[in-house]
């Protein structure tokens, strides 16, 4: 009895040492939302239950970050192998006029991701307030007018926060990562949470 006591106690704090990214301390629920894909699907966070979740917030046209979290998503996903089948990788959009299915598709194809990501919009009442429950600011013309008057040259630019969410199966948010952050470090994460850590 001590001895399996001791063994669930050493389970439970090699697992908690063991993630990689920033932890959520307690857990806490992730809000939910449902938008829809890149097909024009409906798509509800609850319903994903029972898979851990990469979630993240891009846009199509961005130049540098938004290529590069894609980019490492894929790494990522390489690396799970079977383990990837319990795995969601989902992406928001943060410019939802920049963001039609047209540019969708083609970023999906560019940073190989069709069938690994779904990418997700909608009417821009319901973003703002996926944006507004995940902690992420964008200043795309059409949600934030005056910060695009005071911000970059560039209409195709969009500021917005970029960072990588880390849902377990149960829709607990346990872990966060920059958008720099290094696929292996996403994998690990990902496995410790789907293998059902807690």
């Known amino acids: 009895m001590i001895a399996a006591a001791a063994a669930v106690v050493a389970r439970t704090h090699v697992a ?57 998503m894929h790494e990522t996903y390489l690396q799970l192998g079977g383990a990837a089948t319990r795995i969601q990788f989902i992406a928001v959009t943060v410019d939802p006029k920049g963001d039609t299915p047209g540019a969708v598709r083609g970023f999906l194809a560019t940073h190989q991701v069709d069938g690994e990501l779904l990418y997700l919009t909608g009417p821009v009442p319901e973003l703002r307030s996926v ?24 209409p195709d630019v969009v500021d917005h926060t970029a960072i990588v969410y880390v849902i377990d199966p149960r829709g607990m948010l346990r872990v966060f990562l920059p958008a720099n952050f290094d696929p292996k470090d996403l994998a690990a994460d990902l496995r410790i949470l789907s293998a059902g850590a807690k």
């Open 16 to 72: 908690a040492v063991t993630l990689q990214g920033a932890v959520v301390t307690p857990p806490a629920p992730a809000p939910d939302f449902t938008l829809f894909d890149q097909d024009r699907r409906p798509v509800r966070l609850s319903d994903l239950r029972g898979k851990s979740v990469a979630l993240t917030f891009l846009y199509t046209h961005c130049p540098d970050v938004c290529p590069l979290i894609a980019t490492k």
């Open 131 to 154: 944006w507004g429950e995940y902690f992420v600011g964008t200043d795309a013309k059409e949600v934030n007018p005056q910060a695009v008057s005071a911000g970059p040259t560039s």
